[in-house]
């Protein structure tokens, strides 16, 4: 045999194709049905797993030395940001709840994602979207783990970070907004988890949570997230064009993927949308140096980016989801209608609220000409007044939620924003509520799933949040107050940020960092 | 003489987080701990999943072995992304110099004939065997339990990858991409290969993860890492085959780590309870028959006469690093 080395040098295409597809067989000991049990269930359609265009090309080597790169640089960073006191050079120790939210609510998703992107990795058929979501998968558990080193040193100085951030989702109120989110992706099958989150949440949705949040951080003087932001944002690219190209393999195999791809588009946009309401309260009220309103970052990631977006996707026949209009309307509200109710409930919350000043109800009015001083100005007044008397308003209940999103029952009707939405719908002889046209669509549509959702203010008071042994009928008991014990949340966790020990320790800690006392 | 710069000192109000406390006391926790514990969601979960509905999304019973606490599992080599990155980097880099020394001085074209169609034949179509351990691994990752198993079985899905492109490599460097072909002809249809193909297509129909980690990390890799890298590789050294050592290099140093993982994941969930260990040790049993089938005519085709020598050395040191576990093989 002729054994000469062939000299001819490789393509990077062909060189990637012999390191990864080559790797993979058809099966025929056991039939590819038992090997890839979830390919077929939802309806999707693939002739040719070979027409899929892998997006990253990376080879093992080189994923381990560029990474490799970017974590010696990070890691650097943080140890320098740590040694420096860096936590005091943030503006304002209020700016830490928007870090508490990122921390208890965005952290555990990136967790998901590296299990979901593992399951559709190991799903699919074909040997290019299997590595794809592996990479992805590997990169996710990254991004958990990169955030909770960030942000353990403000753990080590700061309330509301101590409980960690899986109890905390699975229990505080307002994060099964995103919990239920990756839940319910997670329990779909390898295509759906793709397009809600490869496609709309890592595609469509990612600059709405990452450059406001990102940007948040330069502009407040927080290095930690800046870093891991910028140091993710190369992993970020590369997850953006899995989501493209996952959504156009799907369109490109076979035309009845359409509607199944359409109506998981319609989905996820508008389950994205309302879990990105928590980021319009960071944007226009959490932080102490606002980069944008989440007005106009919606008009500009959305509206323009979305839109061009799916201009393209015209061609395979998608259309703009119907929701998009409802969203026209709730950009003006969106962020006034829930900061309100996180204000009136912030003593059953992990992080601290507060009222906005006047600057910044100034800064509100100019960003929101159209409502904010006529729908929410007053109503900020009248919260102030009552604090000036001491008396800070807190709800005494906790809010009924929406069935789907979760988000309590506080948006208004398209139509008139006085007017809180309510919608209902019945199945198997029970009512259940959803908040909005977009949301009853989605219980209508999979009744059988939302039902099953764990609703911890209705979990509350049935009894099941309380810590074990708690007794409902000793003297004096408060449920909200056992709630709080069972979350790990203590008295200094939560409530107003004015008097709270956050803002006395920053302010102690800052005198002493800058002058000479 | 040694200065310590001033820095305004600051008392922290707490050295990590409740939970890490809880289990390792009051004291600064390391990255390993902050980024694996307690981090997959564990009690709470809102729907059950379309593919497995009598179970929630992380559920204990996917697998017959119980833990009271599945951190319990933790990797001793205290692999979170950071310091796995970190770790692969600087042995890719160290690969990466053998093949460049290869590729620049033409060492390929003096391995003698006869080394260079053994590995032709036996580590090209190990590729798919590695990629059958990525796709074990994966699973793992995906239905497994507990942060600590979960993440260390994703990394171990991506080493698999990365041997597998490695095998890739040797057949480029040795006969070009033609080599590749003809090593899948083999995979697929040469009678040398199907008692193991058979095996690993068994492995990816298992739906019980610990029998797919015991299967595969444990007994596939136990036995074949020893038989490929160790002694095949000492004859391919022994006999002017140098050039293929070198590039087995990072598969040699690997398996050595990665043994010390898996045998801590056994050896602790073996200890846990009588039925675990008797469990580990029937799927040993089971799965030590079939590979070694499997192995068997690999070996005779690489190292003719010596080999029924060498696979009993081989089944002797794995089966005291079993008992070594705990296990009764």
Redo the contacts between chains.
């Keep these: 045999m002729d054994m000469q080395a062939t000299k001819k040098k490789l393509g990077l295409k062909e060189k990637y194709a012999h390191m990864t597809r080559g790797l993979d067989w058809e099966t025929t000991y056991q039939p590819k049905e038992k090997v890839f049990p979830q390919a077929t269930f939802e309806g999707i359609k693939v002739h040719d797993w070979d027409k899929w265009e892998d997006p990253f090309r990376l080879t093992m080597d080189a994923y381990w030395k560029y990474q490799a790169e970017k974590e010696r640089k990070l890691y650097a960073v943080l140890d320098a940001f740590a040694q420096n006191n860096g936590h005091l050079g943030i503006t304002d120790a209020r700016y830490l709840s928007a870090v508490k939210l990122f921390l208890t609510g965005i952290s555990p998703l990136e967790y998901m994602a590296h299990r979901g992107f593992a399951a559709a990795g190991r799903n699919f058929p074909g040997v290019g979207p299997r590595v794809a979501c592996l990479m992805q998968s590997i990169d996710e558990v990254r991004h958990a783990q990169t955030q909770i080193h960030a942000l353990s040193n403000y753990n080590k100085f700061y309330e509301g970070f101590h409980a960690g951030a899986s109890h905390q989702i699975e229990r505080l109120w307002y994060l099964s907004v995103p919990k239920s989110f990756f839940d319910d992706a997670f329990s779909a099958g390898p295509f759906e988890w793709m397009i809600a989150i490869g496609f709309s949440f890592e595609y469509v949705l990612t600059n709405l949570l990452f450059v406001p949040f990102m940007s948040g951080a330069a502009y407040n003087g927080d290095m930690a997230t800046v870093t891991f932001g910028f140091s993710a944002q190369s992993d970020e690219a590369r997850h953006m064009t899995l989501g493209l190209e996952c959504i156009k393999f799907m369109l490109e195999q076979d035309p009845d993927n359409l509607p199944i791809v359409q109506k998981w588009i319609d989905k996820w946009a508008w389950r994205g949308i309302r879990v990105l309401s928590l980021v319009s309260t960071m944007m226009d009220y959490m932080l102490p140096k606002r980069v944008m309103s989440w007005k106009e970052a919606w008009e500009i990631y959305f509206e323009q980016n979305g839109g061009a977006l799916f201009n393209d996707l015209a061609k395979y026949g998608i259309k703009v989801p119907d929701c998009i209009a409802q969203c026209t309307v709730d950009k003006e509200h969106q962020s006034h209608q829930l900061w309100l109710t996180l204000c009136t409930h912030s003593h059953a919350m992990g992080l601290h609220t507060w009222l906005p000043d006047a600057e910044e109800m100034d800064w509100l009015s100019a960003k929101y000409p159209n409502t904010f001083d006529k729908y929410y100005r007053p109503r900020f007044d009248e919260l102030r007044e009552r604090a000036d008397k001491g008396e800070r308003f807190f709800a005494n209940t906790l809010p009924m939620l929406c069935q789907v999103c979760q988000i309590p029952m506080l948006f208004t009707e398209p139509d008139d924003p006085t007017k809180i939405c309510y919608r209902e719908s019945e199945f198997q002889g029970e009512k259940y509520h959803t908040c909005s046209d977009g949301c009853k669509h989605i219980f209508d549509d999979e009744p059988e799933k939302y039902i099953q959702a764990w609703l911890p203010v209705y979990q509350l008071y049935q009894g099941n949040c309380w810590p074990e042994g708690t007794d409902p009928t000793a003297e004096g008991f408060n449920p909200v107050a056992k709630y709080l014990e069972w979350c790990h949340i203590d008295a200094k966790d939560t409530g107003d940020y004015e008097g709270s020990s956050d803002q006395e320790n920053f302010a102690a800690w800052r005198g002493v960092a800058t002058q000479n006392v | 003489m040694q200065i310590d710069l001033r820095?305004?000192a600051?008392k922290?109000?707490?050295?990590?987080?409740?939970?890490l406390v809880e289990r390792f006391g009051d004291k600064p926790?390391s990255?390993y701990q902050?980024?694996?514990y307690?981090?997959?969601?564990?009690?709470?979960?809102?729907?059950?999943?379309?593919?497995d509905a009598d179970r929630v999304?992380?559920d204990k019973k996917r697998t017959k072995i119980q833990m009271k606490d599945w951190y319990a599992l933790k990797d001793p080599r205290q692999f979170?992304?950071?310091a796995y990155?970190?770790t692969?980097?600087?042995q890719?880099?160290a690969?990466?110099s053998s093949f460049d020394m290869i590729e620049e001085r033409g060492l390929?074209?003096l391995i003698p004939?006869e080394q260079?169609?053994i590995a032709l034949d036996i580590l090209l179509p190990l590729?798919?065997v590695?990629?059958g351990g990525?796709?074990g691994n994966?699973?793992i990752?995906?239905?497994g339990y507990g942060?600590v198993m979960?993440?260390a079985c994703?990394?171990h899905?991506?080493?698999h990858?990365?041997v597998?492109?490695y095998l890739?490599?040797i057949g480029?460097?040795?006969?070009?991409?033609?080599a590749?072909d003809k090593a899948?002809d083999d995979?697929?249809s040469g009678a040398l290969w199907q008692p193991m193909?058979?095996h690993v297509?068994?492995l990816?129909?298992l739906d019980d993860w610990f029998e797919i980690f015991v299967a595969q990390n444990l007994v596939l890799e136990g036995l074949s890492y020893p038989l490929f890298y160790d002694h095949l590789d000492s004859e391919f050294s022994a006999n002017g085959g140098t050039a293929i050592s070198m590039m087995t290099r990072f598969m040699g140093e690997w398996a050595g780590e990665t043994a010390k993982w898996i045998d801590a994941q056994i050896k602790v969930a073996a200890a846990e309870s009588p039925e675990n260990k008797a469990l580990l040790s029937d799927w040993v049993k089971q799965y030590r028959a079939v590979t070694l089938d499997a192995l068997t005519p690999l070996a005779k085709c690489a190292l003719g006469d010596k080999a029924a020598g060498v696979l009993e050395d081989v089944l002797t040191e794995f089966n005291a690093r079993c008992a070594k576990l705990g296990l009764a093989v």
Excluded at chain 2, 12 to 19: E, Y
Excluded at chain 2, 38 to 51: G, L
């Design positions: 820095t305004v600051i922290p109000l707490r050295n990590t987080f409740d939970h926790a990255r902050e980024g694996s307690n981090i997959q969601q564990e009690h709470i979960f809102h729907y059950r999943p379309s593919w999304l992380f979170y992304y950071g990155t970190i692969r980097a600087r890719q880099e690969a990466e390929a074209e004939n260079k169609q590729r798919h590695e990629w990525n796709m994966a699973y990752s995906a239905y942060t979960t993440q994703l990394y899905a991506m080493d990858l990365g597998a492109q890739t490599r480029l460097v040795l006969d070009g991409p033609d590749l899948k995979w697929m193909r058979r297509e068994n990816l129909v």
